[in-house]
Every structure is written in C-alpha cells, then in structure tokens.
C-alpha cells in the first residue's frame, strides 16, 4: 500500500507540473514594446516626475496663480530641454477639474472627473493615459497623481498630438499600452 501511495502521488506531482508547463504557455504574452516606445516611456516619465514634483506644493495649498506661473516656467524648459515635449500641460485639481493650461486656452474650464483615465489617478493613485477628442481633434493624454502624505490633491496632465506620437515612431496603440507604473 505505502509504495501504491508513493507512485499515486508521483504521478499527481508530474501531472500538475505538466499542466502548469502547458497553461503557462498558454496563457497571452504582453506584446514588447518597441524600443521607440520605450524610450518615449522614459522620456515622458522623466518629464512627469519633474513636473508633478514643482506642482505639488501649490496645488495642495490651491494657489492657482502660482500653479500657472510654474506651468509656464515647467513648459518652456519642456520645449527647451528635448523632443519628448508635450503641446500643453496642465492640471486638475482635486475634483478633476482644469485649474490651470499651459499654453492658455481660451474656453471654458474642462471637467475630466467623469473620465476613466481620471478615476484610476484618483482613486488609485497610478499614472494613466487616453485618446481623447477635443474641438475635433484626437488629443493623447497623459495624467498623473499629485500627491501630499499620499493623498491626491489633484494632477498633472500632459497633452500630445497625434503628430508627436508620429514624430516618436509611436503608435497610438503602442502608447495605450505602455505600463507608465512600472
């Protein structure tokens, strides 16, 4: 009986190692990213953190007069400093709505609250990206949470043209697909 016992569970031990072999072969493989695409991460994460870390402070204490002056100050080096540029940034504060644009717009203020992309940066505090269509253009977003004592105080939003991406050698598929949390 005890040799059965040792054969029986053998056998059970070689069956689960194959069927762990076969399913995890089975199961999808995320695409790689182009090395494009991976250098546009990088890219625009640098730009990110240095963006999120100047706007912290003043969104936290709302002073959207301050917030506009750093925008402006954050954008020019953006357009200075190299190729991974965004066409507008701004940010949201902590309702999700467009407290400050930079390059200004002259419309109405924008309410990003209700959008998906928004919800994950507020309620999960994670980096998220869209294609979003604005006065009839595709627009690729960008948003990140700012954060005081890890809570969220509102976001930085990046903005880009389908041109950029084009200029990138980024596909649109190839950015909503980049993990910018990782």
């Not at 695409?37 to 709302?62: D, I, P």
């Not at 917030?67 to 940034?89: C, H, Y």
């Not at 940010?91 to 407290?99: F, I, K, T």
């Not at 880009?160 to 949390?181: A, C, G, H, M, P």
Request: hydrophobic letters at 45%.
């Amino acid at each position: 009986m005890p040799g059965q016992t040792a054969k029986r569970l053998c056998c059970l031990a070689w069956v689960a190692v194959c069927l762990a072999i076969v399913l995890g072969g089975c199961s999808p493989k995320e695409v790689p990213l182009s090395q494009a695409a991976r250098t546009c991460k990088q890219n625009l994460l640098a730009e990110m953190h240095l963006l999120t870390a100047s706007l912290a402070g003043a969104v936290a204490h709302q002073d959207w007069g301050a917030v506009q002056t750093i925008l402006q100050t954050s954008f020019e080096k953006m357009q200075k400093n190299g190729r991974f540029a965004p066409d507008r940034i701004g940010v949201l504060d902590r309702d999700g709505v467009a407290q400050g644009v930079f390059p200004p717009r002259n419309t109405r203020s924008l309410d990003f609250r209700n959008y998906q992309p928004a919800r994950t940066v507020y309620q999960q505090k994670k980096i998220a990206q869209t294609i979003l269509y604005l006065e009839g253009n595709k627009i690729f977003v960008l948003i990140a949470p700012l954060l005081q004592d890890k809570e969220v105080m509102g976001a930085a939003v990046m903005i880009f043209s389908d041109e950029s991406l084009q200029k990138w050698r980024v596909t649109e598929k190839e950015f909503l697909s980049i993990n910018f949390n990782q």
